[in-house]
């Protein structure tokens, strides 16, 4: 007689049996049916068609120019327990979304590489493997060589989940590799769905704050944040408190930091003897500053993540979150910035969830 | 007050739970675990350093582990569950011992593996690894966090395999004594080596599990017999009476172990890496002389995503790399390498033994 469900999993219970059944969609098994995977026919083209079936002959979908793949459609109640994702499909022209039982808007939209903490990805249209990319080692998000990307977020649902990469690129297609493990199995009455919501606002305006979240309704709890933040002028730029306006809050949150690096775990400018230091932890990052070459890259800009699994931010009924972009003036005074910022909130709540803001176009999300 | 936490299944959130559960530790310096009986050694391999300070000043660290014999390392009666392990010993001795565990008395072991290979440094050759169950800290200190319940008895050998002593033999066994669930599951590991593989064979990681549990990752120490990308190969989990098709199938080495792309990482070579669930955290090259071969190791633990199996499972994975295209057409190319693997999994007893572990002369690093 066992009642443990399979969820909940970390390494202290890893001896646990539950009645949960293991599956997995790849492109080798798109359905991820029992016994279904590594089935299909080799093409007289493909590298296999001396080795036959079985052998690799189906391990990634094209995306074509302006269409949307879906990658998986699951019935039944489970959870996915993990996702990976490599191939072609590294900017901001792929867009993940993902749907819950019978909702029809997401409650993931995102840029996939987004999603994954790497904000300022490329795809080199000649060069798949090549562009920047850095190490994310990280309990819920790893980012490992060469540009996988790989995220441990539990995502429970109730009678079917549907996952999609839309190629908003007019011409060019997109091989995607990718493989989503889930478990089928009871899920509890408490556990809420998982979300992730991208925003960018660009020049953030003088004097406003950045929202990262608003607009959220329903119980449920904030997991975490990932930020792209490109810096429009000198001088350091992270004094800026981020504020969680919880339940009904007005003018003032019950939550307050104390300016930007603070809240990703770092301090005092993340500036160790006059560089800034990247790092990449269990729960924290600030993994990625691109540096001016001299020439035409003319950009400084950083990537960071704060994921809130030990202290979740509770709410019961809404959620607003806003971060500033604050610098220094002449005279000790504050300077409120105007910089290219990007984030993706990761949050779990009730269903319905509230529509998300419209996702903007490709021009207006594209890192130039 | 009475509480009724077993003090099992933690984790950083819970570690605010009063427990009743006894905590014991057993090393060089405490061979039995028993309450109140550590550093209490006469002798010893620091004896003589201590000769000035006297009892309980590091008398007894360490063991020598005699030739071709076996020492049992932990024999703890009762129920509750292994916690923690550390290890050290010299490399060049990683694959000339045997980790072999045993739970509630069995006859035949749940875990059979070459020390180094249990915590995923099957080269004897150190690496640091920064994972959550497996951390290889420098100097070569081995540590492993997989909760081992038992409901008995457990007892831990440790096997050399060679006829040499082995000195500097270091561990830590830290366990807990408490009531273990009727749905908990036990521990195993078990280690295989090809070398080399045969042409169009797929190389198995695991086969002949009966019983109901679940997979919670691989280590793989995989050397390359030819030059070109070698990790195309895809693993696939046959469960429950799966036939010629698996349920489950990857769609590359690399990927299955979280990377991408050939782990190409700057451009022109491998990136290694270290996070909590996967990692390549060994890349040996050649040194231009006699060191000739590239060797890498490899880890995956599915510990948020285990894979679970009520009757049987069989785990393969293929060498599979690019020969030259023909009529411009890319041809896959069976590969033929040297590959070890430990397979990690729960799961209810009684096991199906184990195949035969290969000797040394199979094991051996060369």
């Not at chain 1, 189906?58 to 996915?80: H, K, N, Q």
């Not at chain 1, 999609?164 to 889930?182: I, K």
């Not at chain 2, 990790?231 to 046959?238: P, T």
Request: proline residues 7%.
């Amino acid at each position: 007689m066992m009642s443990f469900n399979g969820l909940g999993r970390h390494l202290g219970n890893l001896a646990w049996l539950s009645e949960a059944d293991t599956r997995s969609i790849s492109a080798e098994n798109p359905t991820g049916a029992k016994g279904a995977g590594a089935m299909a026919n080799p093409e007289p083209n493909e590298p296999a068609r001396e080795l036959g079936r079985g052998w690799k002959c189906r391990p990634y979908v094209t995306i074509e120019p302006g269409t949307t793949a879906v990658l998986a459609e699951i019935e039944g109640s489970g959870a996915i327990q993990s996702m990976w994702f490599g191939g072609s499909i590294m900017d901001r022209d792929f867009i993940l979304r993902i749907y819950w039982e019978d909702q029809q808007h997401p409650s993931v939209e995102c840029p996939l590489t987004d999603f994954f903490a790497m904000p300022f990805s490329f795809q080199n249209p000649e060069r798949p493997t090549a562009g920047p990319i850095t190490q994310i080692n990280s309990i819920p998000v790893a980012v490992n060589p060469n540009r996988a990307l790989n995220c441990f977020w539990e995502m429970p649902f109730r009678q079917r989940a549907k996952i999609t990469l839309e190629n908003r690129n007019p011409v060019r297609s997109g091989a995607c590799f990718y493989q989503v493990n889930y478990c089928l199995t009871e899920v509890p009455a408490q556990a809420a769905y998982f979300h992730a919501q991208f925003r960018r606002t660009n020049p953030l305006p003088y004097l406003e704050p950045y929202v990262i979240l608003d607009g959220v309704k329903g119980r449920g709890h904030y997991v975490g944040t990932s930020m792209g933040w490109t810096i429009n002028n000198s001088g350091w730029w992270g004094e800026g408190e981020i504020k969680f306006f919880i339940d009904g809050d007005g003018e003032y949150p019950t939550i307050c930091g104390t300016g930007t690096e603070d809240y990703f775990g770092g301090a005092y400018n993340f500036d160790l003897d006059g560089t800034y230091t990247t790092y990449t932890t269990p729960f924290l990052g600030m993994h990625q500053v691109l540096k001016p070459d001299g020439a035409y890259r003319s950009q400084h800009r950083h990537a960071m993540y704060r994921w809130h699994v030990m202290d979740p931010i509770n709410f019961k009924e809404d959620l607003r979150v806003t971060i500033q972009a604050l610098g220094w003036r002449s005279e000790g005074r504050f300077f409120p910035g105007q910089h290219d910022i990007c984030s993706v909130a990761y949050w779990y709540q009730t269903l319905p969830a509230q529509p998300f803001p419209q996702l903007p176009d490709r021009n207006y999300l594209e890192i130039v | 007050m009475t509480y009724t936490y077993n003090g099992l299944g933690l984790n950083l959130g819970n570690l605010s739970r009063v427990s009743n559960a006894e905590s014991r530790s057993i090393s060089a310096e405490n061979f039995s675990g028993e309450k109140g009986k550590g550093g209490m050694a006469t002798e010893g391999v620091g004896a003589a350093a201590a000769r000035e300070l006297g009892l309980g000043w590091k008398v007894s660290p360490c063991i020598d582990v005699p030739g071709s014999a076996t020492v049992t390392l932990a024999d703890i009666d009762g129920s509750g569950a292994i916690q923690q392990l550390w290890f050290t010993v010299e490399p060049k001795y990683w694959r000339a011992l045997v980790l072999r565990m045993y739970w509630d008395n069995e006859e035949t072991p749940s875990v059979e593996v070459p020390l180094g290979d249990f915590f995923a440094m099957g080269w004897c050759e150190r690496a640091d690894i920064r994972s959550l169950p497996i951390a290889v800290n420098p100097a070569g200190g081995f540590n492993a966090y997989w909760e081992m319940p038992f409901r008995r008895h457990a007892r831990i050998t440790v096997e050399n395999l060679i006829p040499d002593v082995i000195g500097g033999f270091f561990y830590q066994i830290n366990y807990t004594l408490t009531e273990v669930e009727p749905d908990r599951a036990y521990f195993h590991a078990q280690f295989r080596r090809q070398n080399p593989l045969p042409y169009k064979e797929v190389y198995t990681i695991l086969d002949g599990v009966r019983g109901q549990g679940h997979y919670v990752g691989v280590y793989m120490a995989w050397g390359v017999n030819n030059n070109l990308w070698w990790g195309e190969g895809e693993v696939k989990f046959f469960i429950d009476g799966d036939g010629e098709y698996p349920t489950i199938c990857g769609t590359g080495t690399e990927d299955y172990f979280g990377g991408a792309w050939g782990f190409e990482q700057p451009a022109g070579r491998y990136g290694v890496f270290t996070s909590p669930f996967s990692g390549m955290p060994q890349v040996i090259g050649s040194d231009g002389l006699n060191k000739a071969n590239t060797r890498f190791g490899l880890y995956r633990w599915h510990i948020m995503d285990p894979v679970r199996f009520r009757q049987d499972l069989r785990v393969t994975i293929q060498a599979l790399g690019w020969r030259m295209p023909l009529a411009g057409k890319g041809r896959y190319l069976a590969l033929q390498d040297d590959i070890s693997s430990t397979a990690f999994w729960y799961q209810v007893e009684p096991h199906a033994p184990f195949p035969a572990l290969p000797g040394f002369e199979s094991l051996e690093v060369i």
